[in-house]
Protein backbone atom coordinates (compact mmCIF):
# COMPACT_ATOMS: atom_id res chain seq x y z
CA UNK A 1 0.00 0.00 0.00
CA UNK A 2 1.29 3.35 -1.02
CA UNK A 3 0.23 4.78 2.06
CA UNK A 4 -1.27 4.02 5.40
CA UNK A 5 -4.90 3.56 5.19
CA UNK A 6 -7.09 5.60 7.50
CA UNK A 7 -10.03 3.57 9.42
CA UNK A 8 -13.35 5.04 9.47
CA UNK A 9 -16.05 4.09 11.54
CA UNK A 10 -19.95 4.68 10.50
CA UNK A 11 -21.63 4.29 13.59
CA UNK A 12 -24.90 2.46 13.37
CA UNK A 13 -26.76 5.41 14.45
CA UNK A 14 -25.96 7.77 12.02
CA UNK A 15 -26.55 5.85 8.91
CA UNK A 16 -29.68 7.14 7.27
CA UNK A 17 -29.37 10.04 8.84
CA UNK A 18 -28.81 12.39 5.21
CA UNK A 19 -25.42 13.26 6.38
CA UNK A 20 -22.15 13.67 4.02
CA UNK A 21 -19.83 10.62 5.06
CA UNK A 22 -20.23 8.76 2.44
CA UNK A 23 -19.73 11.99 -0.36
CA UNK A 24 -16.85 12.86 1.97
CA UNK A 25 -15.53 8.83 1.81
CA UNK A 26 -15.42 9.35 -2.14
CA UNK A 27 -13.45 12.75 -1.79
CA UNK A 28 -10.79 10.96 0.03
CA UNK A 29 -10.57 8.32 -2.26
CA UNK A 30 -10.40 10.78 -5.22
CA UNK A 31 -7.74 12.19 -3.52
CA UNK A 32 -5.51 9.59 -3.45
CA UNK A 33 -6.05 8.48 0.25
CA UNK A 34 -6.54 5.00 1.24
CA UNK A 35 -9.66 4.36 3.21
CA UNK A 36 -10.78 1.58 5.08
CA UNK A 37 -14.41 1.69 6.48
CA UNK A 38 -16.49 -0.32 9.36
CA UNK A 39 -20.51 0.13 9.27
CA UNK A 40 -22.77 -0.78 12.03
CA UNK A 41 -25.80 -1.39 11.82
CA UNK A 42 -27.59 -0.69 14.84
CA UNK A 43 -31.03 1.48 14.81
CA UNK A 44 -31.58 -0.29 11.40
CA UNK A 45 -30.96 -4.03 13.31
CA UNK A 46 -33.07 -3.48 16.21
CA UNK A 47 -35.71 -2.42 13.92
CA UNK A 48 -36.08 -5.69 11.79
CA UNK A 49 -35.37 -7.59 15.35
CA UNK A 50 -38.66 -6.41 16.77
CA UNK A 51 -40.60 -6.69 13.74
CA UNK A 52 -39.57 -10.28 14.77
CA UNK A 53 -41.10 -9.74 18.13
CA UNK A 54 -37.38 -9.95 19.50
CA UNK A 55 -36.69 -7.02 22.09
CA UNK A 56 -32.84 -5.55 21.53
CA UNK A 57 -30.79 -5.69 25.13
CA UNK A 58 -27.72 -4.16 25.13
CA UNK A 59 -25.17 -5.06 27.63
CA UNK A 60 -22.27 -1.73 28.34
CA UNK A 61 -23.19 -1.06 24.79
CA UNK A 62 -23.12 -4.79 23.19
CA UNK A 63 -26.36 -6.21 21.90
CA UNK A 64 -27.09 -9.52 23.60
CA UNK A 65 -27.07 -11.91 20.53
CA UNK A 66 -29.14 -15.54 21.02
CA UNK A 67 -29.59 -17.39 18.05
CA UNK A 68 -32.70 -16.49 16.17
CA UNK A 69 -30.57 -12.58 16.75
CA UNK A 70 -27.83 -13.59 15.05
CA UNK A 71 -29.29 -14.88 12.15
CA UNK A 72 -31.27 -11.28 12.47
CA UNK A 73 -27.69 -9.54 12.71
CA UNK A 74 -26.08 -11.21 9.73
CA UNK A 75 -29.05 -11.05 7.07
CA UNK A 76 -28.91 -7.43 7.84
CA UNK A 77 -25.48 -6.43 8.52
CA UNK A 78 -24.21 -8.44 4.79
CA UNK A 79 -27.60 -8.53 3.17
CA UNK A 80 -29.12 -4.92 3.53
CA UNK A 81 -26.83 -2.54 4.91
CA UNK A 82 -23.36 -3.41 3.54
CA UNK A 83 -24.54 -3.59 0.10
CA UNK A 84 -26.86 -0.76 0.07
CA UNK A 85 -23.62 1.38 1.11
CA UNK A 86 -21.87 0.28 -2.01
CA UNK A 87 -24.38 0.97 -3.95
CA UNK A 88 -24.82 4.83 -2.52
CA UNK A 89 -20.62 5.09 -2.90
CA UNK A 90 -20.55 3.96 -6.05
CA UNK A 91 -23.58 6.24 -7.12
CA UNK A 92 -21.79 9.15 -5.80
CA UNK A 93 -18.29 8.04 -7.84
CA UNK A 94 -16.51 5.56 -5.67
CA UNK A 95 -15.18 2.30 -5.55
CA UNK A 96 -15.79 -0.01 -2.91
CA UNK A 97 -15.80 -4.13 -2.22
CA UNK A 98 -18.74 -5.02 0.60
CA UNK A 99 -17.41 -7.62 2.77
CA UNK A 100 -17.48 -8.84 6.07
CA UNK A 101 -14.73 -9.69 8.50
CA UNK A 102 -15.65 -13.66 7.67
CA UNK A 103 -14.66 -13.02 3.94
CA UNK A 104 -11.31 -13.99 3.59
CA UNK A 105 -10.63 -15.55 7.22
CA UNK A 106 -10.42 -11.57 7.95
CA UNK A 107 -11.26 -12.13 11.64
CA UNK A 108 -11.57 -14.70 13.87
CA UNK A 109 -12.77 -14.72 17.76
CA UNK A 110 -14.35 -16.76 20.61
CA UNK A 111 -17.44 -16.09 22.97
CA UNK A 112 -15.52 -14.22 25.96
CA UNK A 113 -18.83 -13.47 27.97
CA UNK A 114 -21.88 -16.29 27.32
CA UNK A 115 -24.18 -13.55 29.49
CA UNK A 116 -24.05 -11.88 25.67
CA UNK A 117 -24.63 -14.73 23.91
CA UNK A 118 -23.26 -15.36 20.16
CA UNK A 119 -21.45 -12.34 20.56
CA UNK A 120 -17.21 -12.52 19.69
CA UNK A 121 -14.20 -11.40 21.28
CA UNK A 122 -11.06 -11.13 18.14
CA UNK A 123 -8.52 -13.64 18.51
CA UNK A 124 -6.83 -13.06 15.49
CA UNK A 125 -7.29 -10.49 12.49
CA UNK A 126 -5.69 -11.28 9.02
CA UNK A 127 -4.94 -8.20 7.25
CA UNK A 128 -4.61 -9.64 3.27
CA UNK A 129 -7.85 -9.44 2.45
CA UNK A 130 -8.04 -5.54 3.13
CA UNK A 131 -4.75 -5.07 1.79
CA UNK A 132 -5.73 -6.75 -1.55
CA UNK A 133 -8.91 -4.49 -1.80
CA UNK A 134 -7.13 -1.57 -0.95
CA UNK A 135 -4.01 -2.18 -3.43
CA UNK A 136 -6.84 -3.14 -5.89
CA UNK A 137 -8.41 0.71 -5.82
CA UNK A 138 -11.49 0.00 -4.19
CA UNK A 139 -12.05 1.10 -0.11
CA UNK A 140 -12.98 -2.29 1.62
CA UNK A 141 -16.56 -1.55 2.99
CA UNK A 142 -16.69 -3.91 6.03
CA UNK A 143 -19.29 -5.79 8.17
CA UNK A 144 -18.51 -6.37 11.44
CA UNK A 145 -19.02 -10.22 11.95
CA UNK A 146 -16.01 -12.83 12.15
CA UNK A 147 -15.69 -16.64 12.02
CA UNK A 148 -15.81 -18.51 15.73
CA UNK A 149 -12.38 -19.67 16.10
CA UNK A 150 -11.86 -23.76 15.18
CA UNK A 151 -11.52 -25.00 19.01
CA UNK A 152 -13.87 -27.80 18.87
CA UNK A 153 -16.64 -25.97 20.81
CA UNK A 154 -20.52 -26.13 19.57
CA UNK A 155 -20.34 -22.90 17.30
CA UNK A 156 -16.80 -23.38 16.11
CA UNK A 157 -16.67 -22.50 12.04
CA UNK A 158 -19.72 -20.60 12.40
CA UNK A 159 -20.88 -16.75 12.55
CA UNK A 160 -19.97 -14.78 15.43
CA UNK A 161 -21.15 -10.96 15.85
CA UNK A 162 -18.87 -8.17 16.75
CA UNK A 163 -19.09 -4.85 17.94
CA UNK A 164 -18.07 -2.26 14.60
CA UNK A 165 -16.42 -0.34 17.05
CA UNK A 166 -14.38 -3.05 18.16
CA UNK A 167 -13.52 -4.44 14.36
CA UNK A 168 -12.58 -1.11 13.70
CA UNK A 169 -9.97 -0.97 16.45
CA UNK A 170 -8.70 -4.00 15.84
CA UNK A 171 -8.43 -3.85 11.89
CA UNK A 172 -6.64 -0.17 12.87
CA UNK A 173 -4.51 -1.92 15.36
CA UNK A 174 -3.69 -4.75 12.63
CA UNK A 175 -2.81 -2.59 9.35
CA UNK A 176 -0.82 -0.01 11.79
CA UNK A 177 -3.02 2.80 10.07
CA UNK A 178 -2.59 6.13 10.17
CA UNK A 179 -5.38 7.44 11.98
CA UNK A 180 -9.11 5.94 13.05
CA UNK A 181 -12.14 8.27 12.84
CA UNK A 182 -15.48 7.66 15.13
CA UNK A 183 -18.39 8.96 12.87
CA UNK A 184 -20.98 8.67 15.55
CA UNK A 185 -24.16 11.06 16.60
CA UNK A 186 -22.77 12.69 19.74
CA UNK A 187 -20.53 15.68 19.37
CA UNK A 188 -17.64 13.80 21.46
CA UNK A 189 -16.62 12.24 24.57
CA UNK A 190 -18.01 13.78 27.19
CA UNK A 191 -17.19 14.95 31.13
CA UNK A 192 -19.94 14.15 33.64
CA UNK A 193 -20.81 17.57 33.08
CA UNK A 194 -21.59 17.08 29.53
CA UNK A 195 -19.02 18.82 28.21
CA UNK A 196 -17.22 17.71 25.05
CA UNK A 197 -13.41 16.91 25.93
CA UNK A 198 -11.75 18.26 22.66
CA UNK A 199 -8.22 16.37 24.05
CA UNK A 200 -7.63 13.23 25.51
CA UNK A 201 -4.12 10.81 25.87
CA UNK A 202 -4.74 7.11 27.18
CA UNK A 203 -4.35 7.27 31.19
CA UNK A 204 -7.34 10.15 30.70
CA UNK A 205 -9.01 8.07 28.96
CA UNK A 206 -8.93 4.87 31.29
CA UNK A 207 -9.28 7.10 34.10
CA UNK A 208 -12.71 8.24 32.45
CA UNK A 209 -13.50 4.41 30.88
CA UNK A 210 -12.69 3.22 34.77
CA UNK A 211 -14.57 5.60 36.78
CA UNK A 212 -17.76 5.66 35.24
CA UNK A 213 -18.15 9.17 33.50
CA UNK A 214 -18.18 6.91 30.21
CA UNK A 215 -21.52 5.04 29.69
CA UNK A 216 -23.55 2.94 27.13
CA UNK A 217 -22.25 3.24 22.89
CA UNK A 218 -19.45 5.41 24.06
CA UNK A 219 -17.67 2.42 26.09
CA UNK A 220 -16.67 0.43 22.88
CA UNK A 221 -15.98 3.23 21.16
CA UNK A 222 -13.35 4.29 23.73
CA UNK A 223 -12.09 1.06 24.00
CA UNK A 224 -11.53 0.61 20.36
CA UNK A 225 -9.57 3.83 20.40
CA UNK A 226 -7.17 2.60 23.06
CA UNK A 227 -6.61 -1.07 21.47
CA UNK A 228 -5.90 1.04 18.17
CA UNK A 229 -3.49 3.24 20.04
CA UNK A 230 -0.96 0.18 20.62
CA UNK A 231 -0.24 0.90 16.89
CA UNK A 232 -1.91 3.87 15.80
CA UNK A 233 -0.92 7.31 16.12
CA UNK A 234 -3.97 9.34 16.73
CA UNK A 235 -7.88 8.13 17.51
CA UNK A 236 -10.66 10.51 16.64
CA UNK A 237 -14.36 10.15 18.25
CA UNK A 238 -16.35 13.21 16.08
CA UNK A 239 -19.77 13.76 15.17
CA UNK A 240 -20.64 12.19 11.34
CA UNK A 241 -24.45 13.73 11.32
CA UNK A 242 -22.61 17.47 10.69
CA UNK A 243 -21.79 18.48 7.13
CA UNK A 244 -18.19 17.55 5.75
CA UNK A 245 -17.38 16.43 9.17
CA UNK A 246 -15.17 13.42 8.12
CA UNK A 247 -13.48 16.10 5.32
CA UNK A 248 -12.99 18.54 8.16
CA UNK A 249 -11.27 16.02 10.81
CA UNK A 250 -9.14 14.79 8.22
CA UNK A 251 -7.88 17.99 6.93
CA UNK A 252 -7.27 18.76 11.30
CA UNK A 253 -10.59 20.63 11.46
CA UNK A 254 -12.28 18.65 13.77
CA UNK A 255 -14.49 19.35 16.83
CA UNK A 256 -14.66 16.26 18.33
CA UNK A 257 -12.75 14.44 20.54
CA UNK A 258 -8.84 13.82 19.46
CA UNK A 259 -6.88 10.71 21.67
CA UNK A 260 -3.40 10.20 21.54
CA UNK A 261 -0.78 7.85 23.35
CA UNK A 262 0.55 10.65 25.69
CA UNK A 263 1.05 14.91 25.59
Known amino acids: MSSP ?24 QKQGLNVVVIHGGGNIISDWMQRQGIPPRFVDGLR ?6 LDIVV ?47 ITRVNPKPIQ ?20 GSPHAGKPLNINGDTVAGEVARAINAERIIFLTDVAGVMDGNGRVLN ?43 QPEALLNCVQGNSTGTKIVRSF
Do not use: W, Y
Open 199 to 241: NLDQRRANILRQSGVIRGGMIPKLEACLIALENVPQAEIIDGT
Open 5 to 28: PIVVKIGGSTLGSHDTSLKDLVTL
Open 132 to 151: TIIRSGFIPMIAPLAMHQHD
Open 64 to 69: VTDAPS
Open 75 to 121: AVLTGLINKDLVCLLHQLGGQAIGISGIDGGMLEAHIANPELGFVGE
